[in-house]
């Protein structure tokens, strides 16, 4: 029985077919193809054990001992995970992405003065590091909402009784676009529709 005869579990090779690389090219079989053990785990559960015993040398006979097993057992569900879950989800995250860079951000520096469009920019990308808040930031800051970008403190020896703390020193308030306008060159994803789902969560495997 030739290690081809069943479907490779790391590389995801069907039956019969030759193991890929990350490239797509055909390559030598995977160590687990065929009921194989892979070395690297045994190595993996050595290292682990080993660095419990280092840290945890009192807890390190509760906390039990790292096989082999066990961690082609981990690597098997993280793969598992990652074809169920993971494609659905970075994908979304990428086109969200080539949205924001190729056209909403071209856009907004068309639209408004640079030194303005640099500071906002700037402020978008430090308070909101997530790619899933920065289309709704630029949509405040091109259809008119006042976006406050820089505080000052008070003096406490000057600051008044019901006086707040910080004030703003600079603020953009300027609108270029209608919401309307907005919505129809960057609809949102995750907007609910009628039927009470978001375009995304509506859309069926076919």
Not at 41 to 62: G, I, T, V, Y
Not at 93 to 108: I, N, S, V
Not at 153 to 181: I, M, S, Y
Request: proline letters at 7%.
């Amino acid at each position: 029985m030739s290690v081809l005869d069943e479907p490779c579990p790391r590389c995801r090779a069907p039956a019969g077919a030759k193991c890929t690389n990350a490239k797509g090219k055909g390559k030598a079989p995977c160590p687990e193809r065929g009921g194989r053990k892979n070395p690297r785990h045994a190595q993996s559960a050595a290292r682990k054990n080993a660095r419990d015993a280092e840290e945890l040398p009192l807890f390190a006979a509760l906390l039990g001992k790292h096989t082999a097993r066990s961690e082609h057992e981990r690597v098997q569900l993280a793969a598992a995970r990652c074809e169920a879950h993971g494609t659905a989800i970075d994908g979304g995250r990428l086109l969200d992405e080539l949205t924001y860079y190729q056209k909403l951000l071209p856009l907004a520096r068309s639209l408004l003065d640079e030194d303005d469009f640099l500071r906002l920019r700037a402020y978008c990308h430090r308070v909101y590091p997530s790619v899933d808040y920065w289309r709704n930031f630029w949509r405040r800051a091109l259809t008119g909402e006042r976006i406050e970008l820089d505080w000052v403190r008070a003096a406490e020896d000057v600051r008044k009784p019901g006086e707040p703390a910080v004030r703003c020193v600079f603020a953009h308030q300027q609108q270029v676009l209608t919401r309307a306008e907005f919505d129809a060159l960057f609809p949102d994803e995750h907007e609910p529709t009628a039927g009470g789902e978001s375009p995304a969560l509506s859309l069926k495997p076919e």
